[in-house]
């Protein structure tokens, strides 16, 4: 297999100009992964399962999907951009609170997914946050109390 | 005395490092010089190895290859009956069946490299089913398929069923199920004659692989040491079979003289990993006109795969939970695992009892319209009472009260009104609602004499800090040990969770505390955190630095005075049966559990008689699991294992061919999404267990057994259907409804 060089993208990454490298067929998870944000989770490779999940300039975007390339120029913001100086963000609080973490796996993307919704959605209804959350997979809470957590999120925000 | 720790909700300790993303797992760890381990394997059900190619274009001295001739002990996962190779030799048994190992600096190489090898095999006539295997043309495990055999009889069945007025007969089948947890399994070795062997990873047994892998590299145990990293659920997935992994990374590390990490992708865990054994149960029911139990005959098969592996357990579980929490005066239940080539089937939330109390709990719906009882009237004439005696002999000396939590199910479900309100308007509709019910147990810790063979122990450590460490080696893996465990040991310290650390389970500094399974991390080894933990409150006030009644800042200053003095403070407490506790493993009858959870669930479902698709509208699980610890812990681990329960009973279905899963991926094994689920409202009736830590039982498997039943019953409500297969898919359904050719 002939070496293909390396690509390098220049990106913004939880708010600080930054630089993402790897083979030019790289996915973005594999660039974060490799450059120590192991935050996003590989759980299946074929963006089923949203563990991957982290926000390129505002939406949601399966990482595993996403050629590295795309991200020239994005903003991207993964689990480790959400909590700022040491204060956690009111999803990742309520996910504490009302036990919407259980094994931790599917967390990083479900956070994610929450915090997007809670973005474009002041008052998100629960078929708002069941829709929201469809692309991410929980095996271990049945939901409920993910959803319990989101809406009591959308409360303190 | 701080305020009680126990029936708070605590926040789950390592939730923090969950929610930011920092809770390491394995595939998060990068060590320098790291290779990348990848796993060559049978194509094929069933063959004779006749030679191994190597494909000449690949550089095969960039690659560290490892076949069984590499390995330095027994080539044989040491479990059970030691049947199973680490790596083929000379025939394989099963489709995905591990060859050859390959490691590289570079995963992308090695995975290319795994393409470039081909296992030749001559083959031989697979065995794929249960019936298969009974007719034993093909033997392909010991003398006839049978991997184990268990045979629970009380009374006279023959003649109570030649005798009864009415006999209700059924046959009911259960498919395999995916674990499914979101983080694949992945271990990651060090390994070299000087250091011996470390293996980190994603597990439910750390002292199940330590033990493994002694064998393997033919080692003294205190050469070994496996370490549990963050582990992203396991649900049984990860009980044996991680043995198998950590063996693979570590023989390509010991030759390597590198660190090998080797983690499985998504379809490779689904196709070469355990699932939930398929099962088939027969019923011969024998009922009095006025409905009540006269003889259950109960005929219950599981398909093991190709290894013995866990199955004689698992086989053993649904064997005890078949009869359920009836009374009858004569009971038989015979259960067989048999042997197929297809991959090993393990471990899975409930362990073999989901499958026979699916049966049980769909045919006793059947019994009561034979009888022309309700499905409430019928089991409430039924249920067991206290003094009554189970099929294997064990007398129910707890205050068990079946009525009650059916009474309290049906109210909460609103199931009367519901019921009366759908016969009224179902007729004619291309929506049908239906609502159903199942009532069950399920026995927390091993079964029989299990727990005493273990012989746990667990460590409870006061510092010089003033703080307190449990020693266990019981995994975190979702379900709450690490907040349960600081809950306990604080309740019987009288101090805060807060100042209690759970230590990271590392059997170089972990004591035996058994497996993470079987219910019984709460019940059993929190028992055994709560003694020890009174032994190091009592040695502090035996020595005089603590009062009786005393305050946090006095129980820091103690630990830190008899530390000073003493150079430590641990307390250690290993298991003690409860008083009276009995079994005897040759003639199989006893007390099973020290004690059981018992439940009845209700489902109420919509059937699109278009479509065929079937939904659960509402979900109510009903349970008593002695003294509940922390309620947000204990709601989700009911709510999560009626979701899987879900999942089993309507959309998980593994698509076999030639013995292999043809649908190994999440795009086409289909688990509830957050689209599909019900509200699922769950009840505790709190009645304190005497010898579970603060009154609390085992927790984790009883969701997954109730589910499925009670839906199946509520979709033969809605729409008249004998439903008895699961998965029930709209294909399914369809095909019972509108037969080919009508």
Known sequence: MPDAGVLRVTCTLNGRRSVLEGHPMARLLDALRSSGLTG?????????CGACGVLLDGTLVN???????????????????????????????????????????????????????????????????????????????????????VLEAAKRR | METPQIGRSVRRKEGRAKVTGQALYVDDAAPAGILHGVTVRSPIARGRITGITFDPAIPWDEYVVVTAAD???????????????????????HPEEPVVLIAHADRARADEARRRVTIEIDPLPPVLSIDDALAGREIIWGTDNVFKRYAVVKGDVDKALAEAPIVVEGEYETGAQEQLYIEPNGMLAVADREHGITVWGSMQCPYYIHNALAELFALPTERIR??????????????????????????????AKRPVKMIYGRSEDMAATTKRHPARTKHRTAVSRDGRLLAMDIDFTIDGGAYCTLSPVVLSRGTIHAAGPYSCPNVRVQGRAVATNVPPHGAFRGFGAPQSIFALERHMDRVAAAVGLTPEQFRRRNFIQPGDTLAVGQTISEPVNMPALLDRALSVSDYHAKRERFARENGGRAIKKGIGLAAFMHGAGFTGSGEVHLQSIVGVEGTAGGWVRVLAASTEIGQGTNTIFSQIAAEALGIDCADVEVVQPDTSVVPNSGPTVASRTCMVVGKLVESAALGVKHALIDAGYLPAVYTRSEFQSACTRYVAAFGSLRGTSQYQPPPGLRWDDDKYVGDAYGTYGWAVYVAEVSVDMTTWETRVDDFVAVQEVGKVINPTLAAGQIEGGVAQGIGWALYEDVVWREGRMANAQMTNYIMPTSMDLPPISVYFEEVPYRYGPAGAKGIGELPMDGPAPAIFNAVANATGIDVRRLPLTPERLMSLMEPAGA
């Open chain 2, 71 to 93: 390995i330095p002990g027994t080539n044989r996962v040491k479990l059970i009956a030691d049947d199973q190779p680490y790596l083929a030799t000379d025939v394989v048994n």
């Open chain 2, 226 to 255: 496996v370490v549990q990293m963050e582990t992203g659920g396991g649900f049984g997935g990860k009980e044996e079979y991680p043995s198998v992994i950590a063996g693979h990374a570590a023989l390509l590390a010991w030759k």
């Open chain 1, 40 to 48: 996003a989770k590989e759980g299946c490779g074929e963006g089923e």
């Open chain 1, 63 to 149: 990482s595993c999907l996403t050629p590295l390339a795309h991200a020239e120029g994005a903003s991207i913001t993964t689990i480790e951009g959400v909590a700022t100086d040491q204060m956690l963000h009111e999803v990742q609080e309520a996910f504490l609170e009302y036990g919407g973490a259980q094994c931790g796996i599917c967390t990083p993307g479900m956070v994610m997914a929450a915090v997007e919704l809670l973005s474009r959605t002041a008052e998100p209804t629960e078929e708002d946050v069941r829709v929201a959350l469809a692309g991410n997979l929980c095996r271990c809470t049945g939901y409920m109390r993910i959803f319990e957590s």
